[in-house]
């Protein structure tokens, strides 16, 4: 399209008096151009002032629309020549180049210059998105929501009065002050039994995986993973070289079959709280069992307590790791759902016995810092501002859950079920075994609408169940509508093929 | 010692008008008396009233002395009680319980619950420090010099103008200006050839390293290092089953002898631009010749430039990836030693064929974060803040080195050699072979003096030489003399023992 098509279309789809702001819509449609192939990269978009004119909103509207895609690297301005399109292939399901020999031919094979073979492997299932807000993305809150004035106070409050060491790299374990908050926070709402000395601050739940995974664990050990599960876990261990074991969850969670107990792994990774994606609650019985098998047999047991903050009815069950009598559980939690992702502030808690090796073991390994943002949680926790949050947007987002379950009764009736729905920030919805769950939200994407294949959470494909996982934390109730519309429109033309 | 013994010993050695602020030598004091033992876990401190009679300073003095070490962990405060002593037993060289085989007996070998043998291994070596700024620790800068207000300004303004997208999870490779500005400003200041989208950016060195050695290398695969080298990379290394082989340096750099040559390394990790840690830039007719013998053996190379912008006299030296035409280098750095390591941001910029996949594995691996502070950082990169600071703070750190080089050499005359001292942040004070350089560094410590022995930078015992890293950018000019007074109370020591 050139400047002038894109106008003409742009009034075609353009409205006013959606709710929507018009900046964000236009920008949207923009973004939904690109991504579809429309625009092609290099194309000139429309200046500023026409585009204005031709769809009667003000300059200062387009130019925020502009702004925004420049900075998400849609487009780029070239100062007095205009508004480029970018080249955004690499941002569509990334496009590795194969392998390639190199131009010399005196090498041994298998030393090509090349990825790794886990490399090549991780790069061919890929979880992540190159987009982390809106429509239905899971596992990311509403950060519109998140205390800005308060915490930009604590944070200026200390930089005014700057300690040097608040600026270098960290002390193992994190910044002492946060170690304790985060000690009596744990204990107050998740039942988790652990001293300051046993808190470890991470950059996230990723980060305390890995760190197990390297302290804890040598390449070639068997791990249990639920099946299904969150696939960056399943990748990490994956890339790490570790046997991985997927375990059947049911309705009470993680249930492993005779065979599978007969040969104990040396780490269990499991959601008792919310299964992640299920959302089932792991029952308490089932719960004793794990904690004895693992005793019996020396395993490890990380407890992925991602979540749990999050319930709409009922009070958050405790901690799996409260029931531990025989200090073998590493509880791991971060604020990333309770504040915001981009924050990356995680932590565990773990038995006495192995907390400073783990701590040792992120100093070491990741060189970590962020002690100022550390100071700054410290302060936030201990005001009590993450508890007032979570009161509010708790409310915030189960009237967005019940507005995306009315919005899939009122165009499914009981034709698909939902699944999942009583806690968390996502609710999946169930699809027939022959649908193609991945080609939808390939082509949702591409309508500017963001949803999980249920089958990609599945280490072997041949288990997988078909469905769609939908966050709804981060999408304002009046969008929610429109947005599952798009949508329903693209799993209808899936189920009627 | 009780609180009167404790204030009697304070009377003795508190000196006023020595140039250092009241509380923090007193805050050192107290600190030194904790590290040393003197002052036991749960020893109550005296009353800060009290404390400031016999010392003859203000209520307030004594307050912010209590106040650092309680937000360090040393000590902490019971309301209406007083301030006691902690337990830093974890403070000290990390003390890991050796492993247990647990209570049960009905287990494989090798099962038990304990470390990994990697993690283990791990621990033995371990590099880190749990304090990280004053005299003389190395490859930490003056944070005290970091332009506060020009960051803030930027920051506060972001924050006001909140866009959802930067408190998300991170798109592959990055927030795009960040990797745009960071490809003009490395084509500017280090001749680095790479497109934006070559970028990536990290959150260290250490990162970069690590998703260099997951995406391009397997368990098994050999890598070069330098001998000596860098601990943090050693052990990263060791940490992912790499096969380590170090590699001599001699005045031109990395020297691979011809038996080495013979079987070639998938990486080779090295610091052409400033040895780490003896300090010498590889000459140009090394780097063509470990370029072409890395494009005939099909290896990567990682440059690892982490503090090539400090040279007092002459220029720094154009990087080794601008020589490189069969796009075989990867070059990494970070702003840890330009502004404040605590940052945590640093970049890689790789060659076309392999960036896709290296930023698809930091997005995958960590699911990075801190967009914000990428967008602070891109604004405060093009206004020209980094290079600005740089230049004033590259006079600052040029003073205080020669400030130590004219301490050591009214101690020492020609005795002891300088090593390295026409870059970076540190020198090597070069000790004689049979000298136990790791002995005074721990004895210094207990001093309130951090050293690093040169030994511990080396892959093999036996080839390791003997001296001391000493840092002095984060040294104040005016405590160098007194802080190396310590210091070479302890070689002295050593050196006659």
Known sequence: MNPRALSEWLQQWFRKGT???AYRQLYRLLRQCILEGRLHAGTRLPASRELATDLSISRNTVLQAYEQLTEEGYVSAAVGRGTFVEDISHELPVQIEPPSAGPGTDSEPGMSRSLSKRGERLITSLGYSERQHGAFMAGVPDVTEFPVQQWLRIHNRHWRRLRPELLSYAPSGGYPPLRQALSDYLQASRSVNGAASQVV????????LDVVIRMLCDPGDRVWVEEPAYWGIRNLLISHGMDVVGIPVDIEGMNPTTEQMRRPP???????????PL????SLARRRRILEYA???HCWILEDDYDSDFRYGGRPLPSLQGLDEAALVIYAGSFSKTLYPGLRLGYAVAPASVAPALAAGVAE???????????????????GFVSSHMRRVRSLYAARRDRLIVAVQAHYGSKLEIVGDKAGLHLVLALPDHVDDAHICREAYLRGIMARPLSMYYLRPERAKKGLVLGYACVREDEIDPAFAILAGVIDAELNA
Do not use: D
Request: hydrophobic share 40%; charged share 15%; glycine share 8%.
């Open 279 to 282: 959302g089932m609650v792991m």
């Open 266 to 276: 040396r780490l269990i990774v499991v959601t008792p709280s919310h299964q992640y």
């Open 295 to 297: 005793r019996q047999h």
């Open 19 to 21: 709710g929507e702001p």
């Open 365 to 383: 390994l990741y060189r970590e810092g962020q002690l100022m943002a550390q100071a700054v949680m410290a302060e936030f926790l201990r005001e």
């Open 201 to 208: 601050v991470t950059s996230g739940i990723h980060q305390v």
